[in-house]
């Protein structure tokens, strides 16, 4: 029940595209504003922490119901889409991750 009254409280007190982390890595939730069609919602985004505890992604996923959590759970689980990204990392030159330099710059003073 304390997480139903947190998220009464904050759809009701939270700024419009407000974010909150939950205690799940790369899971938060977002207060949507309304529009002249529907009242502010929550909406859970998805975007899942790299190694350098940074989004792997300039956006996350947005899903805002049951539904549609299905629908992308069934689509990742496909086995189809294991096959078409191993294609598809074939086929692409490899993609490097910025490398941090393990020399650090620090002017001794």
């Known amino acids: 029940m304390e997480l139903t009254h947190t998220l009464k409280t904050f759809i009701e007190e939270g700024q419009d595209w407000e974010r909150k982390n939950t205690s799940v890595k790369g899971v938060s939730i ?27 992604k300039k956006k996350g996923v947005m899903i805002m119901n049951a ?31 910025a490398a941090k330099s393990s020399k650090t710059d620090v002017v001794q003073i």
């Not at 207060?31 to 505890?53: F, M, Q, V, W, Y």
């Not at 629908?71 to 692409?92: Q, S």
Request: proline share 7%.
């Open 67 to 97: 539904t549609e959590l299905a629908a992308f759970r069934a689509a990742f689980t496909n086995e189809k889409v294991d096959g078409l990204i191993k294609a598809l990392e074939e086929v692409l030159p490899e993609r490097k991750a």
């Open 30 to 56: 977002i207060r949507l504003p309304a529009t002249k069609n529907r009242a502010a919602s929550l909406a859970i985004d998805i975007n899942p922490i790299g190694e350098h505890g940074l989004p792997m």
